[in-house]
């Protein structure tokens, strides 16, 4: 198991390091050095080094403490819209704080600097999967229109 804790280790660093060179980007510098920090805590480091570093399939109880990890994950971390939804049933949400949105984007541009160093447009797309408040879905688009993927947000 301490193979898997020590990948995981290494895949959380690099994540890290690819939000911090994005937030950077936009002034978000304290933003980029706390992101996702809480992946650190046993509650969240182990059920996921466990899920996707030991090469095993999970029982029902691991499972399920990987489940509690994600969920705990989401709602420590504001830049999740998950964190924000007031009411799944209904589809209504608080609005974001510009850093959170920012901060979102460049979580999930960060996903492309990890395969490569140019941000990939499908990494950008939005889903009617997520819910989030009018107003920042309205600065999302903005965000992750074509033509601003390597401009500062602010």
Partial sequence: MMK?????????????LNVLIECWKEGLYFQGVIHD???FSPAEFFPYA?????????????ELNWKYAWLR?????KHHWEYWVINP???EALPMPK???IEMV?????????WGKKVKESTLNLTDSIVVHPETKRELELMTSTQRTDKPFN
């Fill in 4 to 16: 898997a804790y020590w990948r995981y280790f290494l895949y959380i660093m690099n994540h890290k």
């Fill in 37 to 39: 920090f809480s992946k």
């Fill in 50 to 62: 466990k899920k996707f570093y030991s090469g095993n399939p999970l029982d029902l109880d691991e």
């Fill in 73 to 77: 994950h989401q709602h420590k971390n």
């Fill in 89 to 91: 049933n209904t589809n």
């Fill in 99 to 101: 850093k959170y949105v």
């Fill in 106 to 114: 460049c979580d999930w541009r960060s996903f492309s600097r990890k």
